[in-house]
């Protein structure tokens, strides 16, 4: 009987009254929200409860590394000192510009890059940032004609798509056995290639064996390599892409480094690059100065990417995540992240198509349907791994468990796999029945879109 | 502790897991030719909890405490202790984007709240579940202008007024579709609209404008700037952020296309620039916005149910395609937003907004009785901020001013400028004191 | 299929070996839970999960007032300068004391007393405390022979027990129409009464109309009247123990002042006294001095309640609360206490025997059984009342809303008992059936008490 | 704000339910004769939120920043952050007693688990769900001590070196049962057991000891102080602390009857001695046990429950006959504490243990070396604090240990005590240098 009460059924309307503004520069009312505060808490108490996160169960959602994220973290980016506004002058802020500085430096030792700039907000604006420099790098060498990005067909979404936003024409190579197919690539790259994305282990989990080739075939075509950092958990301590010949690089912060993905974000994308790069890194960047730290704009900067610094926050945690793992930590993490795929897939009736695989798998749901399989898992407790995708695997399961699952637990997950394919089909189409709510209609979300309470009729 | 203390294994699960996979140690499973493994040792100490605790304190103590009268797009509004509370839990704080959307219902009925929220602001039925920072949205809204605007056209027309950082990641933003930025003069701190006239031609993709401006003067003929944008077939794009809304002139309502700013003006505490961008727009641009859409459906028992939708435009189905390359976005940031929103109410969000007039009105007002300061420049209605001319060069006041303990900004030789919201309205007294000892 | 791991599932022995200390100082070993911080959060995020709170819906136990207690209280009682020794001088601890001071004259206002004292941990522990200050008065005056403390038969169960605690013999006194019996009363009272123990409104909700006269008749024997602040949250601004003829009074602090019950604590109960009394109150006090706080011990002290200054940090949350609050949100809270109780009952299917009532009232399940009434109430979404007590309504069903549930809350909340009310006694009897657990056995657990995990087979 | 911040009617809910209840004005609910009500005004001002917060941190700021090296009854260990953030959960912070258990299963496993730990660490098979405090745990114990000995007596013999504040609770817990404590001797800071063999007699209700004891000491032979209890029919009870428990001897081993003292050195931050009372003790009393059990049983499906448990021994229900008053108690900080515990598992908390015995040895040494004091006093292992000596009066040295931002107890004319533990260690270097500087 009891329900919180929803905001949307408590709206009030506020006529725009005896403002110091002239009538002409306002606008007449405004409808939203009137709550009281236990009413609020109540509201958002219950939107909680009905969101699963880490600390809810397993959450293996392939190349997004759901791994725990330490709560500590959050305490020590909340201290009053952090909250400092941007335009601070570099003088009145040495304590922030010092973290920054340092988690620069952490994390061009953990990618062997020579310089990190931590301003990208996510990602995929790593990339984005990252092909800009690359870019810049043509310009600045009088080499116009570089108009074409390739990705592997098992690349991210993302990289085709920042190849497409910084201009870039894509070109997709296909692959052969799970991993790039040498003679393609060196089809594909020549005198108008700007930049080969790729990630490395890819998102079959699978290891580029052939790194140090592809790096020579794409550098001897004049082009930068880029490392996309979504699935540099696998690596940590052990391989550094820096090493493997990639040239620029950006970490996923919130995959990689604990630092918790928020629903969606905020993350943090830094991007690091090698010696050659590190004058088109944006502008400003972190540097020491005589006893302190400074700002500078790097003298060929392809300028900013963020209005302000970046995810600041988030950096923080970052930092305090590193910096509690130490190199031990982080060699534990691969480790543990790479055999807690492994024995997982071990446990499951399914069939892992591409092996060996490091942190992650993409196993096949086959004659199943992987989104129904997923539902089903959704019953079962836990949350289900990526699904149909990448496209290379009929029916993929794309799963990653990450290193803060424990035996146990991976016993438990790979009991929800073998369950959920064993069961009628019947029952998959019909999950999931636990949850919060039932299977959701996708198709009239899309055809009929009701973005917003305005939209709706009840 | 020899490994990580966020792995869960004992020794003899570890044991057992690798004779299950059948090997003897964990390097085996490394597919990885050795002239490309890592030999060496990262110089990187783990620490404990309390060490690490001391050391952030520490370091981030070398920060001065100054009480900040900044703003010029980042700006300090008081967070009520239960947004920070609700939000800080760990369904919300640690789960993913809601591909699953039966175990995500709480999320996503956030999302929708946000988005709702920022449809009655704008008056533009379209939100989307955040963006960046105010910057990137605009850099997005211009990609997104030379999708929708029916002929081709390369310029965005930038006032004066904005800042240069926001222009220059613009500008990033655009080069990838020869998009060009021009910037048009300002009168009295606004847009000098017959300059925009001048400017505008068939080759203008959108026409920027923000209200309240970077100034932090308020727009006095926003109309005026929409209609050169669509007599010339452009998008007319408007900055602004939710508290603003509240009160100025509503966006649908001058005729803007797309809505971009910072949102996270509510909802988070000054924090280096972090944000939140706001991108709202018209329903037929619908299938061409950039970022997460979440909207409303129902479940197989009937019920309401909100899922993720529209995801063909997104990178990761569409991939080249995409609308954006957005896929991590500031979803939890929106999420605070919302609740600070809703705690405010309407009531209470209007105050606020209200207050942000007349305390830059009495700031400066104080600030224009003492020898030497002329303040506010621009003989505009100001929210939040304005800039005052000083006699003394600007930096040397800035200066004397940090090291009484107060921070603002140089934005000329002799032009600082002054932000005021209820976080700082405290200060007020001290600061015109400090002010005026340096200001001669 | 997901489940956290038990603690008690993941133990580890570990031998004391290798101590500084010699052998025949120390045990052999230490068997405890061994769980790694990821699985910890899961195992205590997933307990939390199954607790109702405040902020899970309305939780309307009678006398307890489970009001919604506000977030920033907890914020502003954690910060870095709250934490301080006990041991640290007054010198060093000038805002600890500053404080205590502030929320002293801040209750002493509320509850019409002269001066008050924050050590007392908990409601039951400030009556113990204020029964003590009594017997001190009646040592000091040379009156030996006052061994008694009465109580009328509606007093919470603390009243008399912490009486008992306190030596004396506890004489119950029936009520007449849910109100003290002035003829019983004048009866039970004389040479050997130490104090008459009441709160009001009582635990029926009911107003003591006569307690001029009670106060009279208590004075009269020489007794001072104890004031049980249980109830207090009925009468704020509006009443003042103090202008009734209290003598001595406790205030719960965790109720009344909306600091958080904890699962059972901790709370406070500060004492107030008039200024007779002052002299008894507990070591040490604290007063001004020049410019400043001091600690002092008042003349006749009774000494020490608590081994050091009492629950701190919660006596911080209830001063930001009354701050928060102010005269206006004090008397706005016992108008909307008294009219939602009154709202409620409106609205209730059952017999109220007794009013009329404020901020509380006993409802009758009549022939039912309350406290299956009760569980199926569980399954209704909704926290149900406190059952079978005070024994002098049947079946009784104690219900305080609270001023923080909105109308709308208290119409589900109505709807609930109504709906349960309306069940047949099969349905009751096997309720319920939507909570974490279901019905649990009572008798077993007493019968055979298994207290601990080494005391379980399983 | 013309009201409560956290009352939620809007003036229409109001009216109408002013209406259904048949008065035009909420006072007329009042059923209070005029000569009592209240018509004066409160003097006390509502504030908003962000004016709380500034008055609070400047009102709690007045308090000295020294680094504390105190003790004696109230320590300070690391809390790590999963229990602040977890324990800070809403369902369990505001959750009242568990008198539904079908909806506090949670809190009622987390209450079982802090007992479980208590029964492993004092190895007596019963331990209560929470006291306030050790001292009020001593004057319950008292009080048990009364109901559960076979021959009547009164007398509790208690070492000199128990803090008076303690005392001074047991004195009041006992008063109305005619308790009165007896101080007995101490030899190099620990029990004198002959001392004590001659005080003890068939009136003695209960022998206390503490172990370590306030004065940081090691008691060498608690079996002999236990055999004095039994051999005079009197209940031996046991002071001590969960983190001292994982080391020394287990209470059961040397025939503690009950163990007593403060839990919250795990799971709370030094908070101006706020606690959680420890209560354990043997089967054959559990009728008598005072405070909160939690028991597990089944629920109708067969599943494992938890539940309160053997209530008929409590204030609710017995009233006067009641084992104890207590009702509200400490059952959130056993929650910490509980996780506090399970944080730290075996090796952490025995770790943090022997770390306690090296630290204050190392500290002692340190002292020791510096000309003009001598430390320890007493001749025996220490766990955590040591009573030093010094030739320059104690309060001198203490009030100049504070003008160098340090502060120690002074416990005699020329005695002061030191206490070190994990989170002060850091400081030890300067802590030693200032030492050096005042004792000379």
Same mark, same amino acid.
């Given at each position: 009987?009891?329900?919180?009460?929803?905001?949307?059924?408590?709206?009030?309307?506020?006529?725009?009254?005896?403002?110091?503004?002239?009538?002409?520069?306002?606008?007449?009312?405004?409808?939203?929200?009137?709550?009281?505060?236990?009413?609020?808490?109540?509201?958002?108490?219950?939107?909680?409860?009905?969101?699963?996160?880490?600390?809810?169960?397993?959450?293996?959602?392939?190349?997004?590394?759901?791994?725990?994220?330490? @709560?500590? *973290?959050?305490?020590?980016?909340?201290?009053?000192?952090?909250?400092?506004?941007?335009?601070?002058?570099?003088?009145?802020?040495?304590?922030?510009?010092?973290?920054?500085?340092?988690?620069?430096?952490?994390?061009?030792?953990?990618?062997?890059?020579?310089?990190?700039?931590?301003?990208?907000?996510?990602?995929?604006?790593?990339?984005?940032?990252?092909?800009?420099?690359? *870019?810049?790098?043509?310009?600045?060498?009088?080499?116009?004609?570089?108009?074409?990005?390739?990705?592997?067909?098992?690349?991210?979404?993302?990289?085709?798509?920042?190849?497409?936003? +910084?201009?870039?024409?894509?070109?997709?190579?296909?692959?052969?056995?799970?991993? /790039?197919?040498?003679?393609?690539?060196?089809?594909?790259?020549?005198?108008?290639?700007?930049?080969?994305?790729?990630?490395?282990?890819?998102?079959?989990?699978?290891?580029?064996?052939?790194?140090?080739?592809?790096?020579?075939?794409?550098?001897? #075509?004049?082009?930068?390599?880029?490392?996309?950092?979504?699935?540099?958990?696998?690596?940590?301590?052990?391989?550094?892409?820096?090493?493997?010949?990639?040239?620029?690089?950006?970490?996923?912060?919130?995959?990689?480094?604990?630092? @918790?993905?928020?629903?969606?974000?905020?993350?943090?994308?830094?991007?690091?690059?090698?010696?050659?790069?590190?004058?088109?890194? @944006?502008?400003?960047?972190?540097?020491?100065?005589?006893?302190?730290?400074?700002?500078?704009?790097?003298?060929?900067?392809?300028?900013?990417?963020?209005?302000?610094?970046?995810?600041?926050?988030?950096?923080?945690?970052?930092? #305090?995540?590193?910096?509690?793992?130490?190199?031990?930590?982080?060699?534990?993490?691969?480790?543990?992240?790479?055999?807690?795929?492994?024995?997982?897939?071990?446990?499951?009736?399914?069939?892992v198509p591409y092996e060996p695989f490091h942190h992650e798998f993409v196993a096949s749901a086959d004659d199943l349907d992987a989104s129904d399989l997923a539902k089903r898992m959704l019953d079962l407790g836990v949350h289900p791994p990526t699904t149909k995708w990448p496209d290379i695997v009929d029916e993929a399961l794309m799963t990653e468990p990450t290193e803060s699952e424990s035996k146990r637990t991976l016993d438990q997950l790979a009991d929800a796999f073998n369950t959920a394919a064993d069961e009628d089909e019947e029952i998959l189409e019909s999950a999931p029945n636990r949850t919060t709510a039932r299977r959701i209609d996708q198709t009239s979300a899309a055809r009929n879109p009701r973005l917003s309470w305005q939209a709706l009729d009840d | 502790m020899t490994g990580s203390p966020y792995v869960p294994h004992s020794a003899e699960?570890?044991?057992?897991?690798?004779?299950?996979?059948?090997?003897?140690?964990?390097?085996?499973?490394?597919?990885?030719?050795?002239?490309?493994?890592?030999?060496?040792?990262?110089?990187?100490?783990?620490?404990?909890? @309390?060490?690490?605790?001391?050391?952030?304190?520490?370091?981030?103590?070398?920060?001065?405490?100054?009480?900040?009268?900044?703003?010029?797009?980042?700006?300090?509004?008081?967070?009520?202790?239960?947004?920070?509370?609700?939000?800080?839990?760990?369904?919300?704080?640690?789960?993913?984007?809601?591909?699953?959307?039966?175990?995500?219902?709480?999320?996503?009925?956030?999302?929708?709240?946000?988005?709702?929220?920022?449809?009655?602001?704008?008056?533009?039925?379209?939100?989307?579940?955040?963006?960046?920072?105010?910057?990137?949205?605009?850099?997005?809204?211009?990609?997104?202008?030379?999708?929708?605007?029916?002929?081709?056209?390369?310029?965005?027309?930038?006032?004066?007024?904005?800042?240069?950082?926001?222009?220059?990641?613009?500008?990033?933003?655009?080069?990838?579709?020869?998009?060009?930025?021009?910037?048009?003069?300002?009168?009295?701190?606004?847009?000098? &609209?017959? +300059?925009?006239?001048?400017?505008?031609?068939?080759? &203008?993709?959108? /026409?920027?404008?923000?209200?309240?401006?970077?100034?932090?003067?308020?727009?006095?003929?926003?109309?005026?700037?929409?209609?050169?944008?669509?007599?010339?077939?452009?998008?007319?794009?408007?900055?602004?952020?939710?508290?603003?809304?509240?009160?100025?002139?509503?966006?649908?309502?001058?005729?803007?296309?797309?809505?971009?700013?910072?949102?996270?003006?509510?909802?988070?505490?000054?924090?280096?620039?972090?944000?939140?961008?706001?991108? #709202?727009?018209?329903?037929?641009?619908?299938?061409?916005?950039?970022?997460?859409?979440?909207?409303?459906?129902?479940?197989?028992?009937?019920?309401? #149910?909100?899922?993720?939708?529209?995801?063909?435009?997104?990178?990761?189905?569409?991939?080249?395609?995409?609308?954006?390359?957005?896929?991590?976005?500031? *979803?939890?940031? +929106?999420?605070?937003?919302?609740?600070?929103?809703?705690?405010?109410?309407?009531?209470?969000?209007?105050?606020?907004?209200?207050?942000?007039?007349?305390?830059?009105?009495?700031?400066?007002?104080?600030?224009?009785?003492?020898?030497?300061?002329?303040?506010?420049?621009?003989?505009?209605?100001?929210?939040?901020?304005?800039?005052?001319?000083?006699?003394?060069?600007?930096?040397?006041?800035?200066?004397?001013?940090?090291?009484?303990?107060?921070?603002?900004?140089?934005?000329?030789?002799?032009?600082?400028?002054?932000? /005021?919201?209820?976080?700082?309205?405290?200060?007020?007294?001290?600061?015109?004191?400090?002010?005026?000892?340096?200001?001669?």
């Open positions: 009987i009891y329900e919180p009460l929803l905001p949307e059924k408590s709206q009030q309307t506020v006529a725009v009254e005896d403002s110091p503004l002239p009538d002409d520069l306002t606008r007449d009312s405004v409808t939203l929200p009137d709550l009281s505060e236990p009413e609020l808490s109540r509201h958002y108490v219950r939107l909680s409860q009905h969101t699963y996160g880490v600390e809810s169960g397993p959450y293996p959602l392939g190349s997004c590394t759901m791994k725990y994220n330490p @709560p500590f *973290a959050e305490e020590v980016a909340s201290v009053d000192d952090a909250f400092v506004h941007p335009d601070r002058s570099a003088a009145s802020t040495q304590g922030t510009l010092a973290l920054l500085y340092r988690l620069q430096e952490y994390l061009a030792e953990i990618g062997g890059m020579d310089a990190v700039t931590l301003q990208p907000p996510a990602g995929a604006a790593g990339e984005f940032t990252g092909i800009r420099i690359a *870019a810049a790098y043509h310009e600045a060498n009088g080499d116009h004609e570089r108009t074409e990005v390739v990705v592997p067909d098992t690349a991210h979404g993302t990289n085709p798509a920042s190849a497409a936003v +910084a201009g870039y024409d894509v070109v997709e190579i296909p692959s052969e056995d799970g991993r /790039v197919d040498l003679d393609a690539l060196e089809a594909a790259v020549g005198d108008t290639t700007a930049a080969f994305m790729l990630t490395n282990p890819n998102t079959l989990g699978v290891f580029e064996r052939d790194i140090e080739a592809i790096a020579e075939i794409v550098h001897d #075509a004049g082009a930068p390599l880029y490392y996309d950092g979504a699935n540099l958990n696998a690596l940590l301590g052990r391989v550094r892409p820096g090493d493997m010949g990639f040239d620029i690089m950006h970490y996923n912060v919130h995959k990689t480094f604990g630092t @918790p993905h928020g629903g969606g974000g905020p993350g943090a994308g830094p991007v690091g690059v090698v010696s050659d790069l590190v004058e088109f890194l @944006p502008d400003p960047h972190v540097r020491q100065s005589d006893g302190g730290f400074e700002l500078y704009t790097p003298e060929r900067s392809i300028g900013k990417v963020h209005g302000f610094s970046g995810n600041w926050l988030v950096l923080i945690k970052a930092y #305090a995540y590193i910096a509690r793992l130490g190199e031990e930590g982080l060699l534990d993490t691969s480790a543990k992240a790479v055999l807690n795929a492994n024995y997982l897939a071990s446990q499951l009736d399914l069939d | 699960e570890t044991a057992a897991m690798l004779e299950a996979v059948g090997v003897d140690d964990v390097t085996e499973l490394f597919d990885v030719p050795d002239p490309v493994r890592f030999e060496g040792d990262l110089d990187i100490d783990a620490r404990s909890e @309390p060490e690490i605790r001391t050391e952030i304190d520490a370091l981030l103590s070398r920060n001065d405490d100054l009480t900040e009268f900044l703003g010029r797009g980042h700006y300090d509004h008081y967070v009520p202790s239960v947004v920070d509370r609700i939000s800080a839990r760990s369904e919300f704080l640690t789960s993913y984007t809601q591909y699953q959307p039966e175990v995500a219902q709480g999320f996503l009925q956030a999302l929708f709240e946000y988005q709702s929220m920022l449809v009655e602001l704008t008056g533009l039925p379209v939100a989307n579940a955040s963006m960046y920072d105010a910057a990137t949205a605009l850099g997005e809204a211009a990609l997104f202008a030379s999708r929708v605007r029916e002929t081709s056209g390369s310029t965005v027309l930038v006032p004066e007024y904005v800042r240069d950082e926001r222009v220059s990641v613009l500008e990033n933003y655009g080069a990838g579709a020869d998009i060009t930025v021009e910037r048009v003069p300002s009168a009295k701190g606004t847009v000098d &609209t017959s +300059a925009l006239m001048g400017a505008a031609n068939e080759d &203008t993709l959108a /026409v920027y404008a923000e209200n309240p401006t970077t100034r932090g003067t308020i727009e006095p003929d926003l109309d005026a700037i929409g209609d050169v944008a669509h007599d010339n077939d452009a998008l007319f794009v408007l900055g602004s952020d939710p508290v603003a809304l509240s009160l100025l002139e509503r966006p649908s309502d001058v005729g803007a296309d797309v809505v971009v700013g910072d949102a996270s003006v509510l909802g988070m505490p000054t924090s280096y620039g972090m944000g939140l961008g706001m991108f #709202a727009t018209r329903e037929d641009f619908l299938r061409q916005v950039p970022g997460r859409l979440v909207g409303a459906s129902e479940d197989d028992a009937g019920f309401r #149910a909100f899922t993720l939708t529209l995801q063909t435009r997104e990178q990761h189905i569409r991939r080249e395609r995409a609308t954006s390359n957005i896929c991590t976005n500031q *979803a939890w940031v +929106a999420l605070r937003t919302a609740m600070h929103v809703a705690a405010l109410g309407p009531e209470g969000l209007l105050e606020t907004a209200n207050r942000m007039v007349s305390l830059a009105s009495d700031v400066a007002e104080r600030l224009d009785e003492i020898i030497g300061v002329r303040a506010p420049v621009d003989d505009r209605h100001h929210f939040r901020e304005f800039v005052a001319h000083t006699d003394q060069p600007a930096r040397a006041i800035v200066d004397d001013l940090a090291a009484q303990g107060f921070a603002i900004h140089a934005v000329g030789e002799h032009e600082v400028q002054v932000c /005021v919201t209820e976080t700082n309205e405290g200060s007020i007294d001290d600061f015109i004191a400090a002010f005026r000892e340096v200001a001669q």
